[in-house]
């Protein structure tokens, strides 16, 4: 039997790999200290729980969704305007299955094989995911330490601009850390009019940034709603991820095309799920700023931690990751995260497997408490791996 040829563009999934080797070493009997994905060790607030378990005690609720619910609407609407100060319509929102899924079908929808589409190098693997699923032909944009982990618009070569169909944009930034200004926002909407480029901004960690810095929405900056598109998540800021819930917000014409794709191999999203998303939209916001804090303690803890020990990692400025160069001795990624993860116990993801300009680093999830993440450097320092290869 064949199979599409589209699947030879996929490898092994890294976070699996990684993981089958923390499972071998815990049968070993190791201790394992386990910051390679970013699934949060918070609960979800108390109401949202209590209003899916409520939804799904009603029978009507185990039905085909076949739409979000008015109310949902009305909630990212709301939510939006209080968070972000930014008015948006029901016409302009639609509900996605995560934004892993809302990626792969926004591709679906925009894109003919052969198309280009502008992806960041390093770049959470998901938006590679969603080109090779449409046939697009990636064009990356590096961030690199030089232009503050910044795409560099004024690097993207003319005729690569005039040929992209969308350009996905993700601050703060998994992995790297990375927040933007305003002035970069500006550049950038300036730049999508001039070269006709769909923004497609990945706003997962706008309720984590750090040093007193308030998050935002892309459509902060004039302009925005006409080039762009936002996925919203609650995965992150309400400890949600196995539910799935985001949004996908902006120019009416995009979010159309999406839906009626859609439409042809989904029912709408469960309703108890639906639900839990109202309840969490219109529901108390202190959990999520207190939260906050607490991730800041972990980035502080594991940065200036790791400082005292001799490792030079500079703080991140914002999502839940922390990107650390690699020791001078190493020259690879990969083999840095085995060597640490045999010698010290410690599991993180290796920067080449979000890309060639992530060689060089290594990947930190802060989802442990802060004791935890100093037990951890300890082992580092007594490893000796800091100073050897």
Known sequence: MHFAHRLDRFGDEIFASLNNKKIE???????????????????????????????????????YALRDLPELLDAVCGYYERRFHVSVAPDQIMSCYGTQEGVGHLALALCN??????????????????????????????????????PDLAGIPEEVARKAVFMIVNFPANPVGS????????????WARKY??????????????????????????????DVGVEFFSLSKSFNVTGARISFLIGRKDVIQAVRLL??????????????????????????????????????????????AIGWDIPDAAGSMFVWAPIPPAYT?????????????????????????HGEGYVRFALVLPPEKIAEMLAAVKASGILGEA
């Not at 589409?117 to 995911?129: E, N, R």
């Not at 995260?337 to 080449?352: I, Q």
């Open 179 to 190: 927040i933007a200004t305003p002035a970069f926002y500006e550049e950038l909407v300036a």
């Open 25 to 63: 070493l815990e049968k070993q009997g190791r201790k394992i200290y386990n910051l390679s994905i970013g699934t949060p060790d918070f609960v979800p607030p108390q109401h949202i729980m209590d209003a899916l378990v409520e939804s799904a005690k009603n029978p009507d609720s185990w039905k």
């Open 113 to 150: 094989p052969g198309d280009t589409v502008l992806l960041p190098d390093p770049c959470y693997p998901v938006f590679q995911a969603g080109a090779f699923l449409s046939e697009a032909e990636p064009w990356y944009y590096p961030l690199t330490k030089e232009h503050g982990f910044l």
């Open 332 to 356: 690879s990624s990969m083999k840095f995260c085995m060597d640490l993860l045999d010698r010290a116990g410690v599991l993180c993801t290796p920067g080449s497997s979000f890309g060639p």
């Open 262 to 307: 859609r439409s042809q191999i989904d029912f709408g999203m469960f309703l108890p799920i639906q639900k839990a998303a109202i309840a969490a939209l219109n529901g108390p916001t202190d959990t999520v700023k207190a939260q906050c804090v607490e991730y800041e303690k972990r980035r502080d803890a594991l940065c200036s931690g790791a400082r």
């Open 196 to 225: 006709d480029v769909l923004i497609i901004h990945d706003n997962a960690y706008s309720d984590i940034i750090y040093g007193g810095v308030v998050g935002g929405s892309f459509f902060n900056t004039p302009g925005a709603m």
